[in-house]
Every structure is written in structure tokens, then in C-alpha cells.
């Protein structure tokens, strides 16, 4: 087994982090207002300081590049689509035509089914400006990449190390992409 090369590209501040968040959260009240539809705010699920490596650029084209394959395949109509390179991370916004509620059960059939799915951070966001959360369309919360409890729960209690969760990222996506340099 190859040990996953976790070198350091660039570390972002808690400051930029917060900033990026604040800034996300404009777009989408903007798309939102602007479109009148529903939204699908996208990011890769990345721990740590370094939001923007090869890695992390490889699952968020793969993820991209599998909503809006998904999206065609369920005749749901594409308003608007943007992709954004940051160092805090890449990020896609994708307004469509679709009940919210459906297409949050889209996306999180899509996270169960893809190898990567995991890894995907698709938020739906519905015309009232508030995400759609897994809870409120009848599924359970994610499970931790480590020990499959709930994910939310080991992020706050820090059950796993930055380290940790980076080295099974890095695994995945070495499996996923076979070798292709990650």
C-alpha cells in the first residue's frame, strides 16, 4: 500500500475561511433573488488548512462534472452555472428548475452511489434562502469517513485527526482515480 502524499500547498487562515463562508453565503442570497429557483451550492468536504490542492481539485471536477451529468439525466433544467477557483477552495453554484426537496434526495442518491460521494459538499438551497438538510427530506445524517458514526459529532468532539481524515481522502481518491497523479 502507498502511503498518500499529504504535502502542505497552501494554509489558509480562519480569518479567510470566515471571510470565503460570508462570501458564499452572499452569492447565494443573490442567485437566489436573481433566479427565484433553487440552488445547488457545491464544495468538496476537505479538513484542515489546505482547502486547495490537486487533490482536492480532482474530486471537485469529478463531483462537478458528475451534478451536471446527473442533473441532464433527470431533465432538470440548468439557469445558471458557475465554477470559482479560490485558495480556500473550489466552489460551483448551479441554479435550476427543480423542487428543492427532490433535489436534495438527487444529490444525496448521488453521495450514496459515487465512490467519491462522500466527499461532496452539495448544499440545496430553496427559494426561501435556508439549505435543504438531509433530516428534512427523511435521511440520516453522514457518516464519519473513519468510523461511521456521525460526522458531525466526531468533527466537534475532533475524534480524528486532520491527519487522519486527509490520509483516507487521499486513499479514496488514489483508488477512485487508479493512479492517475493525484
Same mark, same amino acid.
Not at 480569518?15 to 427565484?36: G, S
Not at 427532490?102 to 448521488?110: A, G, R, S
Given at each position: 500500500?502507498?502511503?498518500?502524499?499529504?504535502?502542505?500547498a497552501?494554509?489558509?487562515?480562519?480569518?479567510?475561511?470566515?471571510?470565503a463562508?460570508?462570501?458564499? +453565503?452572499?452569492?447565494?442570497?443573490?442567485?437566489?433573488?436573481?433566479?427565484?429557483?433553487?440552488?445547488?451550492? %457545491?464544495t468538496?468536504?476537505i479538513?484542515? +488548512?489546505?482547502?486547495?490542492?490537486?487533490?482536492?481539485?480532482k474530486? %471537485?471536477?469529478?463531483g462537478?462534472?458528475?451534478?451536471?451529468? *446527473?442533473?441532464?439525466?433527470k431533465?432538470?433544467?440548468?439557469?445558471?452555472?458557475?465554477?470559482?477557483d479560490?485558495?480556500?477552495?473550489?466552489?460551483?453554484y448551479?441554479?435550476?428548475?427543480?423542487?428543492?426537496?427532490n433535489?436534495?434526495?438527487?444529490?444525496?442518491?448521488?453521495?450514496?452511489?459515487h465512490?467519491?460521494?462522500?466527499?461532496f459538499? %452539495?448544499?440545496?438551497?430553496?427559494?426561501?434562502?435556508?439549505p435543504?438538510?438531509?433530516?428534512?427530506?427523511?435521511h440520516?445524517? *453522514?457518516?464519519?469517513?473513519?468510523?461511521?458514526?456521525?460526522?458531525?459529532?466526531c468533527? *466537534?468532539?475532533?475524534?480524528?485527526?486532520?491527519?487522519?481524515?486527509?490520509?483516507r481522502?487521499? +486513499?479514496m481518491?488514489h483508488?477512485y %482515480?487508479?493512479?492517475?497523479?493525484?
Amino acid at each position: 500500500m502507498q502511503t498518500a502524499n499529504i504535502s502542505i500547498a497552501y494554509e489558509i487562515t480562519l480569518e479567510q475561511m470566515l471571510k470565503a463562508r460570508d462570501e458564499r +453565503a452572499e452569492k447565494q442570497k443573490h442567485l437566489i433573488k436573481e433566479y427565484k429557483k433553487t440552488l445547488i451550492s %457545491f464544495t468538496v468536504n476537505i479538513p484542515g +488548512a489546505n482547502k486547495r490542492t490537486p487533490v482536492s481539485g480532482k474530486i %471537485f471536477r469529478e463531483g462537478y462534472q458528475s451534478l451536471i451529468k *446527473r442533473l441532464l439525466e433527470k431533465d432538470i433544467q440548468i439557469l445558471y452555472r458557475e465554477t470559482r477557483d479560490l485558495v480556500t477552495g473550489p466552489e460551483a453554484y448551479v441554479v435550476v428548475d427543480e423542487d428543492a426537496g427532490n433535489l436534495k434526495i438527487y444529490l444525496i442518491e448521488m453521495e450514496s452511489q459515487h465512490p467519491l460521494g462522500r466527499l461532496f459538499d %452539495f448544499d440545496v438551497i430553496g427559494l426561501e434562502g435556508y439549505p435543504i438538510s438531509r433530516k428534512d427530506v427523511g435521511h440520516p445524517p *453522514r457518516k464519519c469517513l473513519l468510523c461511521e458514526q456521525d460526522a458531525h459529532a466526531c468533527s *466537534r468532539s475532533r475524534s480524528h485527526s486532520a491527519h487522519e481524515l486527509i490520509t483516507r481522502i487521499h +486513499a479514496m481518491a488514489h483508488s477512485y %482515480f487508479k493512479g492517475q497523479q493525484c
